[in-house]
């Protein structure tokens, strides 16, 4: 299954299943979606429904929460992660806090679903996620869906949390087709254990989960057998799964596109030391991208953020250099 | 221009082969026939020639690999060939280096290089011992800084270190080594005194622990034949020889001459099949079971119709102990198996690899022997197998 058609059966469902649920963004109604993620909803629930906004990312979130409190679900599309900027004040003021402010009398069943990540040229100004800056935002739920398994499962429980959900997706993985897994008692909050190994943990999430799948099959022919987590979900983050690998392995790798400074991997690496500083035989290794706007030229772009080959030898390197 | 080494087809039924050493690096310099890998097939470990003259700019497989017949294995520029012979000459080894460093950017990533690099400079990390170093070396009363001091274990100590010692502490030298081979858990002793083989032994006995042993590529080989053999629809001839032995001249060998002789009378005993064809062999090639130290191999014996008893006889010494190259297995049409020697009376053989037939002999009563056919019954039909088996038991008696 594609991707993208997983997100599409999930919004599909959850508009039959529920009528309050609606969705709205730029391009997701006549136009199928800028990713075609919307495709065919519009004729399927109609222009109330499923509605075409202006360009003004402020507005659709602020639209969204507005329908939240009236009793919708609303699910708002904004086009690329790096837009989201525009309604900031939104969800961080506004959808993150109303519970709170309201002593619990308001809640905000909104879901933000947003792609972005470093794709292919979009340069500095679409190719970020702001993860990081997600996560660190108390009253929302931060959700990665790096497979087609998660986007469906994950989406569907987003839209019935009654939370603001910050759906994040990548740009690459939209025409990747992808196995389809049946899960029965689905966990949006529980990280998965993609290859079980007892050398090392790497955990990882969103795209760069393909990218260690690769560097999986070099590290293994260098007789490292490596566990591999997807974290799933960023905010609450799954350290029981993280901390129970690392009782086995000793050792822990965190792989990230964002860039490193503040990254996702710095907050995992220090709850890491919180919760399993015995454990650990070696320090924890960042693989993350670049402290740099994300460049425009292929060949740039590509030494900006982790590849398979960087992720090897980096690892390999920090073994030596470590003496393990 | 780029010249691709492929890994190369060394027998009939090799699909992949393993590297086993590279003999060249990134920038050496090749002539066509230099050896630049060592690559095992099923059969034989083989070294396997550049092909062409040039400079090594690629190797795209590392050590323990399995690649799969016909991939490419390195790639040699041929273009540079022409710079390096008037450099090498006079500097083989210093001057081909300098230029494919900057080529190495493009290199996929090379485990042993990179571990090279890395393992010659001087470690970054200080510190007495990792965290979970520290909590094992206390759970089991191991003093790290002073095994520090005496240099036993290094600086910082990791967990694989005091792993070592806690068993250095508690096991004897050889009980040591009994949980290194069955990988037993030291968790499952009881770790107040030193723990002797004995003690291990009893354990692996009372826990019947399997002690694990890799296959060994010529195991799997023969693995893979004797199921594919098995699949062949055969006939079976069971039969009686009269035989004088020779002195000084092993029966086996008197047995290959016969058989020999009587394949040069029977075409389809020179026989093999491939796709919808049927290719004869002038050649009367025998493929001989021989039970060598590093295991059963079907070594084949060329053209034994020419060759004299004496020359038989001393292959059957040679192939005991020499180092079987793809031509001492490969291009037999028909096989044998001797199991006289270890007093066997009788038994059936499995057909070899591609052969049309196998001929199973056991030991010699009264200068009879019993002797059992497999036939391919694809290759040969009843007649035919009976007319070639009435041809080896004339021959067997005049030999």
Same mark, same amino acid.
């Given at each position: 299954?594609?991707?993208?058609?997983?997100?599409?059966?999930?919004?599909?469902?959850?508009?039959?299943?529920?009528?309050?649920?609606?969705?709205?963004?730029?391009?997701?109604?006549?136009?199928?979606?800028?990713?075609?993620?919307?495709?065919?909803?519009?004729?399927?629930?109609?222009?109330?429904?499923?509605?075409?906004?202006?360009?003004?990312?402020?507005?659709?979130?602020?639209?969204?929460?507005?329908?939240?409190?009236?009793?919708?679900?609303?699910?708002?599309?904004?086009?690329?992660?790096?837009?989201?900027?525009?309604?900031?004040?939104?969800?961080?003021?506004?959808?993150?806090?109303?519970?709170?402010?309201?002593?619990?009398?308001?809640?905000? #069943?909104?879901?933000?679903?947003? %792609?972005?990540?470093?794709?292919?040229?979009?340069?500095?100004?679409?190719?970020?996620?702001?993860?990081?800056?997600?996560?660190?935002? %108390?009253?929302?739920?931060?959700?990665?869906?790096?497979?087609?398994?998660?986007?469906?499962?994950?989406?569907?429980?987003?839209?019935?949390?009654?939370? %603001?959900?910050?759906?994040?997706?990548?740009?690459?993985?939209?025409?990747?087709?992808?196995?389809?897994?049946?899960?029965?008692?689905?966990? #949006?909050?529980?990280?998965?254990?993609?290859?079980?190994?007892?050398?090392?943990?790497?955990?990882?999430?969103?795209?760069?989960?393909?990218?260690?799948?690769?560097?999986?099959?070099?590290?293994?022919?260098?007789?490292?057998?490596?566990?591999?987590?997807?974290?799933?979900?960023?905010?609450?983050?799954?350290?029981?799964?993280?901390?129970?690998?690392?009782?086995?392995?000793?050792?822990?790798?965190?792989?990230?596109?964002?860039?490193?400074?503040?990254?996702?991997?710095?907050?995992?690496?220090?709850?890491?030391?919180?919760?399993?500083?015995?454990?650990?035989?070696?320090?924890?290794?960042?693989?993350?991208?670049?402290?740099? #706007?994300?460049?425009?030229?292929?060949?740039?772009?590509?030494?900006?953020? #982790?590849? %398979?080959?960087?992720?090897?030898?980096?690892?390999?390197?920090?073994?030596?250099?470590?003496?393990? | 221009?780029?010249?691709?080494?492929?890994?190369?087809?060394?027998?009939?039924?090799?699909?992949?082969?393993?590297?086993? +050493?590279?003999?060249?690096?990134?920038?050496?310099?090749?002539?066509?026939?230099?050896?630049?890998?060592?690559?095992?097939?099923?059969?034989?470990?083989?070294?396997?020639?550049?092909?062409?003259?040039?400079v090594v700019k690629k190797i795209l497989a590392s050590v323990g690999e399995e690649v799969p017949v016909k991939t490419p294995i390195a790639i040699i520029d041929t273009e540079q060939k022409a710079a390096k012979i008037e450099e090498s000459k006079p500097q083989t080894q210093t001057q081909p280096q300098t230029q494919p460093k900057e080529e190495k950017k493009e290199t996929v990533v090379n485990i042993d290089e990179i571990l090279n690099e890395i393992i010659s400079s001087p470690k970054a990390v200080s510190g007495s011992a990792s965290p979970a170093a520290k909590k094992k070396a206390a759970e089991y009363g191991i003093n790290i800084e002073e095994l520090q001091k005496k240099k036993e274990i290094p600086k910082p100590a990791h967990l694989k270190d005091i792993d070592e010692m806690v068993i250095k502490k508690y096991f004897t030298p050889k009980a040591a080594r009994l949980i290194k081979e069955y990988s037993l858990d030291i968790n499952d002793f009881k770790l107040d005194h030193k723990i002797r083989s004995e003690?291990?032994?009893?354990?692996?006995?009372?826990?019947?622990?399997?002690?694990?042993?890799?296959?060994?590529?010529?195991?799997?080989?023969?693995?893979?034949?004797?199921?594919?053999?098995?699949?062949?629809?055969?006939?079976?001839?069971?039969?009686?020889?009269?035989?004088?032995?020779? $002195?000084?001249?092993?029966?086996?060998?008197?047995?290959?001459?016969?058989?020999?002789?009587?394949?040069?009378?029977?075409?389809?005993?020179?026989?093999?099949? +491939?796709?919808?064809?049927?290719?004869?062999?002038?050649?009367?090639?025998?493929?001989?079971?021989?039970?060598?130290?590093?295991?059963?191999?079907?070594?084949?014996?060329?053209?034994?119709?020419?060759?004299?008893?004496?020359?038989?006889? $001393?292959?059957?010494?040679?192939?005991?102990?020499?180092?079987?190259?793809?031509?001492?297995?490969?291009?037999?049409?028909?096989?044998?198996?001797?199991?006289?020697?270890?007093?066997?009376?009788?038994?059936?053989?499995?057909?070899?690899?591609?052969?049309?037939?196998?001929?199973?002999?056991?030991?010699?009563?009264?200068? $009879?022997?019993?002797?059992?056919?497999?036939?391919?019954?694809?290759?040969?039909?009843?007649?035919?197998?009976?007319?070639?088996?009435?041809?080896?038991?004339?021959?067997?008696?005049?030999?």
């Open positions: 299954m594609l991707y993208r058609e997983a997100l599409n059966k999930a919004i599909d469902e959850s508009m039959a299943a529920d009528e309050s649920v609606v969705i709205l963004g730029e391009d997701v109604g006549r136009y199928g979606g800028s990713y075609r993620v919307s495709e065919g909803l519009f004729s399927k629930y109609g222009e109330k429904r499923v509605i075409d906004t202006p360009i003004a990312e402020l507005s659709i979130v602020g639209n969204a929460i507005g329908m939240a409190i009236a009793g919708l679900r609303p699910i708002a599309e904004i086009m690329t992660a790096n837009f989201s900027l525009l309604a900031m004040d939104q969800i961080i003021n506004h959808a993150a806090k109303f519970r709170y402010m309201s002593g619990g009398k308001m809640t905000i #069943p909104l879901t933000i679903r947003m %792609p972005g990540g470093v794709s292919r040229q979009l340069a500095a100004q679409h190719s970020e996620n702001y993860e990081t800056l997600y996560s660190s935002i %108390p009253g929302l739920i931060v959700l990665t869906a790096s497979n087609a398994t998660y986007a469906y499962y994950g989406l569907k429980e987003a839209v019935f949390l009654n939370d %603001p959900v910050v759906f994040l997706e990548h740009e690459l993985l939209y025409p990747m087709d992808m196995e389809f897994k049946e899960i029965k008692n689905f966990d #949006p909050f529980k990280a998965e254990i993609v290859k079980e190994g007892k050398d090392l943990t790497i955990i990882t999430y969103l795209k760069m989960r393909y990218d260690v799948l690769e560097a999986e099959k070099e590290l293994k022919k260098a007789g490292i057998d490596a566990e591999i987590i997807d974290l799933n979900s960023l905010r609450p983050l799954d350290i029981e799964t993280i901390a129970n690998s690392i009782k086995k392995t000793k050792k822990c790798v965190i792989v990230e596109e964002d860039h490193k400074t503040g990254g996702m991997g710095a907050e995992i690496a220090a709850q890491i030391q919180e919760h399993c500083f015995y454990d650990l035989d070696v320090p924890v290794l960042r693989i993350a991208g670049e402290d740099v #706007p994300i460049p425009y030229n292929r060949k740039l772009e590509l030494l900006s953020i #982790p590849t %398979p080959d960087k992720i090897v030898k980096k690892i390999l390197e920090w073994k030596a250099k470590n003496g393990i | 221009m780029e010249y691709k080494v492929i890994m190369p087809i060394l027998s009939d039924t090799m699909d992949k082969g393993k590297i086993v +050493k590279w003999l060249v690096k990134v920038g050496d310099y090749v002539k066509k026939d230099s050896p630049v890998v060592e690559v095992e097939s099923d059969k034989a470990t083989m070294q396997i020639e550049a092909g062409v003259e040039g003690e291990v032994l009893n354990y692996i006995k009372q826990n019947n622990i399997p002690k694990i042993t890799k296959l060994t590529p010529n195991k799997i080989a023969v693995i893979k034949n004797v199921q594919n053999s098995i699949k062949k629809p055969t006939f079976l001839i069971f039969e009686k020889i009269n035989i004088t032995k020779k $002195e000084g001249i092993k029966l086996t060998a008197q047995i290959i001459k016969a058989l020999a002789l009587a394949m040069q009378k029977n075409p389809l005993t020179r026989s093999v099949l +491939k796709d919808d064809k049927l290719l004869t062999y002038p050649a009367s090639n025998i493929s001989v079971a021989v039970n060598r130290d590093d295991g059963l191999y079907m070594c084949v014996i060329k053209n034994a119709e020419d060759k004299t008893l004496e020359e038989i006889n $001393e292959w059957l010494k040679e192939i005991k102990t020499k180092r079987l190259t793809i031509e001492d297995l490969s291009g037999s049409t028909f096989g044998i198996s001797n199991l006289g020697m270890f007093g066997i009376e009788r038994f059936t053989a499995l057909i070899n690899d591609k052969d049309a037939g196998i001929g199973a002999f056991g030991k010699m009563n009264e200068g $009879e022997i019993k002797v059992t056919f497999t036939i391919d019954h694809r290759i040969l039909n009843g007649v035919e197998a009976a007319k070639f088996v009435n041809d080896f038991k004339k021959e067997i008696q005049n030999v």
